[in-house]
């Protein structure tokens, strides 16, 4: 399976982006997409995941109310819409599937196939 993520950039605080990431190569492997972030001198953190079948969705708090996250099976593509965007938010932003366990979706040990990350910078 591959993924290739898209959409980053340079947003002003209060902007929005949307990324996307494209599944290749065998999405029958995947229960779960998700996106987590890692900032400079931070280590990786869950941002938010997808159930691949029955779209259920899942977020850290921080990001709760701001974020989106969605999936459009036809285009094995899984987006992350972020509103409301502040200087917290700037990151590489990496989108992950694999077959976690429900429990275990907020872990990145439990995902098998990352995309490349693309970069998040919030600045006025």
């Known amino acids: 399976v591959q993924l290739q993520a898209s959409g980053g950039g340079l947003v002003q605080p209060g902007g929005s982006l949307r990324l996307s990431c494209a599944a290749s190569?065998?999405?029958?492997?995947?229960?779960?997409m998700a996106w987590f972030r890692q900032a400079p001198g931070k280590e990786r953190e869950f941002v938010s995941a997808?159930?691949?079948?029955?779209?259920?969705?899942y977020y850290h708090d921080s990001v709760k109310g701001r974020f989106t996250i969605s999936r459009e099976k036809v285009k094995n593509t899984v987006y992350l819409q972020m509103n409301s965007l502040t200087t917290e938010d700037t990151a590489v932003y990496y989108c992950?599937?694999?077959?976690?366990?429900?429990?275990?979706?907020?872990?990145?040990?439990?995902?098998?196939?990352w995309g490349q990350g693309t970069q998040v910078t919030v600045s006025s």
């Open positions: 992950a599937g694999g077959r976690p366990i429900l429990s275990s979706i907020r872990g990145d040990r439990h995902y098998a196939y």
């Open positions: 190569g065998g999405t029958n492997e995947i229960t779960y």
């Open positions: 997808i159930r691949w079948n029955g779209g259920h969705t």
